[in-house]
């Protein structure tokens, strides 16, 4: 007859052999689950395209190149006020990735790193950052279209727009840069700097601009130095009957621009205005005068403004400040300018340019709630940059380390090619203007903020 306390000891090791069994069933559960591709936990993705109706956005044929590869689309490829939007099925399914659908999700397996699209709140989850769509998906019966700068941000590419043939070429996990070091001041004393006349301009000599504009904006994020951009938001040359009005064109060249502002958002930069066209009569933009003593109307200043402001608006380009060109504008001009911005990102000379506050932000004797920035550093002519270098060099600390920048001074600096493989790639000489400005303003000391802190 067995006893009890034996019973005891056999009913205890069977529970515990039986817990470890279940929690070893857990275990190789778990396991399998987290070897199963997005497409075993969810729904694939949609393949079957014969009931799209479409969406009413305008289309547009242009072509993409991805890491050497052609897509061909059966969905259509819409550009919508200047943004293009591509079908995600047929991105996921060109590149050989994984993708599917769970409930408020969708994942997706790209080269190797998986990606989640929270299809409630439009956050996107990188296996390096999460950020929030800038448009939200498109979706049809599961056919799911996204913005190309979202595609952009969350697959970091380096793209190529070729003007001529409507081809955009791009590379994924391309942005970086090897050796580029933060910037380390000592914060003896605020700066700021800020990119002078960004502008769609149509000329051959810019058929790369926005190419050279990126690479400088993507230093600058590494850089971690925050930077403005001086937007003229309509480009006007009378002279060559041109006019590129954003919301009364749409096309490729504009969608370029547009994408190039979004890329700066995602990447440390603060976008202002800068005038409406920077010209006036047949004078070309960002080469005239707009306001002040050219046209001192408060009328006409008005207009200008408020078509600005909504071609931003229109565009959804966030804008934190306003600049008038070439520092001209009357007091009643004035006026009117702090009843829309905040920051005015130019001296305030009412009271006489040599009253103008050099040492700090300037707050408006008028609304005492605008603030002017001044630019004491000046700025770097053509054919002078060793002279201003060494005048930087020199400046004095008590006033702001305040500076502007034509980044077409840059463009003998940067090189663009394609490798082995047709893939778009670039070089950035480290001697470059720009970057040696950096390095001065570190030298010296100078903190550089951003305008929207000081609202």
């Known amino acids: 007859m067995i006893n009890k306390g034996f019973k005891y000891i056999f009913l205890l090791l069977i529970i515990i052999f039986l817990v470890g069994c279940n929690n070893q069933a857990q275990v190789n559960n778990n396991k399998e689950i987290s070897n199963k591709s997005s497409s075993q936990i969810g729904d694939k993705l949609d393949t079957d395209y014969s009931n799209f109706n479409g969406f009413d956005m305008p289309k547009d044929n242009v072509s993409l190149k991805i890491d050497g590869k052609t897509l061909n689309f059966t969905l259509p490829i819409y550009l919508n006020k200047n943004r293009y939007y591509f079908p995600l099925n047929e991105i996921i399914s060109d590149l ?5 659908k769970s409930e408020n999700s969708l994942n ?10 929270n299809t409630l709140d439009n956050t996107v989850k990188c296996p390096d950052k ?27 590419l380096y793209t190529r727009w070729d003007k001529d043939n409507k081809i955009i070429n791009f590379k994924t996990n391309g942005v970086n840069m ?13 700066g700021f700097i800020r990119f002078e006349d960004i502008c769609l301009s149509s000329e051959p000599y810019d058929k790369y601009y926005f190419e050279n504009l990126r690479i400088i904006a993507s230093y600058m994020n590494q850089k971690k130095v925050s930077y403005h951009i001086a937007w003229i938001p309509r480009y006007i040359n009378p002279k060559h009957n041109i006019d590129n009005d954003p919301i009364t064109k749409n096309n490729f060249e504009l969608a370029e621009m547009v994408y190039t502002l979004d890329y700066f958002k995602t990447h440390n930069g603060i976008i202002g205005l800068h005038g409406y066209t920077h ?19 408060v009328d006409v200043f008005k207009e200008k ?9 229109y565009l959804d380009i966030p804008i934190d400040f306003f600049e008038v060109p070439h520092y001209e504008i009357t007091p009643e001009q004035n006026k009117i300018a702090e009843k829309y911005f905040k920051i005015l990102y130019y001296p305030f000379n009412d009271n006489g340019i040599d009253k103008a506050d050099l040492t700090k932000p300037q707050l408006s004797p008028y609304n005492n709630s605008s603030y002017y920035i001044s630019t004491p550093l000046g700025y770097i002519a053509q054919g002078k940059e060793a002279t201003a270098l060494a005048k930087i060099k020199k400046a004095d600390t008590s006033k702001m380390g305040s500076v502007f920048y034509h980044p077409r001074l840059e463009n003998n600096f940067i090189s663009l090619s394609e490798d082995s493989k047709g893939l778009p790639t670039f070089t950035y000489n480290d001697n470059s203007t720009l ?21």
């Open 96 to 100: 050989n990735g994984d993708s599917a």
């Open 108 to 117: 997706l397996k790209i080269n190797g790193s998986n990606y989640s699209i």
């Open 130 to 156: 999460t950020f929030t769509l800038k448009e939200k998906l498109i979706t049809d019966d599961h056919i799911y279209y996204l913005g190309f700068s979202d595609l952009a941000n969350m697959l970091n």
């Open 178 to 190: 090897d050796n580029v070091t933060p910037y380390n001041s000592k914060d003896i004393q605020i």
């Open 279 to 297: 010209q006036c009569g047949n004078h070309e933009s960002a080469i005239g005068f707009e306001f002040g003593k050219f046209e001192p109307s």
């Open 305 to 313: 403004i408020t078509k600005a402001i909504e071609t931003a608006s």
């Open 435 to 455: 970057k040696k400005l950096i390095a001065i303003l570190q030298e010296k000391g100078f903190k550089m903020i951003d305008v929207t802190s000081l609202k």
